[in-house]
Nanobody
Framework: QVQLVESGGGLVQPGGSLRLSCATSGSIVSIYAMGWYRQCPGKQRELVAVITTDGSTNYADSVKGRFTISRDNAKNTVYLQMNSLKPEDTAVYYC??????????WGQGTQVTVSS
C-alpha cells in the first residue's frame, strides 16, 4: 500500500495559479505512475495529468498548456502546477498512485476553487 497526502488547494481568482503537492510514503517502489484527478459535485472523477517513472507525461485536453505535472524523487513528492486557472477548474483534486496493473492508493483530496 501507498499513503498519499495532498496539499496546496485553496481559493484563487480566474487567471491565477496554484501548485498542488502530493507526498507519498509506504511501498513507493511499486509505483509505476502518479496521477492527478479531479471531481466536481455530481460528476465522475476525471484524469487531469499523469507522470510515469520514466518521466512520460499525459494531460487532459482541457488543461494542456496550463497545467504541468512533475515529480521530485528525492522528496517522494509529485506536483501539479496550475496556471491560467478558470472557474471550470473548480473541483476536489485527488492524487493517485498506480502500479502496472492496479491502483495502489488515493489521497484524501484537496479543494480548488476558482472564483472572483
Amino acid at each position: 500500500q501507498v499513503q498519499l497526502v495532498e496539499s496546496g488547494g485553496g481559493l484563487v481568482q480566474p487567471g491565477g495559479s496554484l501548485r498542488l503537492s502530493c507526498a507519498t510514503s509506504g511501498s513507493i517502489v511499486s509505483i509505476y505512475a502518479m496521477g492527478w484527478y479531479r471531481q466536481c459535485p455530481g460528476k465522475q472523477r476525471e484524469l487531469v495529468a499523469v507522470i510515469t517513472t520514466d518521466g512520460s507525461t499525459n494531460y487532459a485536453d482541457s488543461v494542456k498548456g496550463r497545467f504541468t505535472i512533475s515529480r521530485d524523487n528525492a522528496k517522494n513528492t509529485v506536483y501539479l502546477q496550475m496556471n491560467s486557472l478558470k472557474p471550470e477548474d473548480t473541483a476536489v483534486y485527488y492524487c493517485n498512485a498506480a502500479g502496472r496493473i492496479r491502483s495502489l492508493g488515493w489521497g484524501q483530496g484537496t479543494q480548488v476553487t476558482v472564483s472572483s
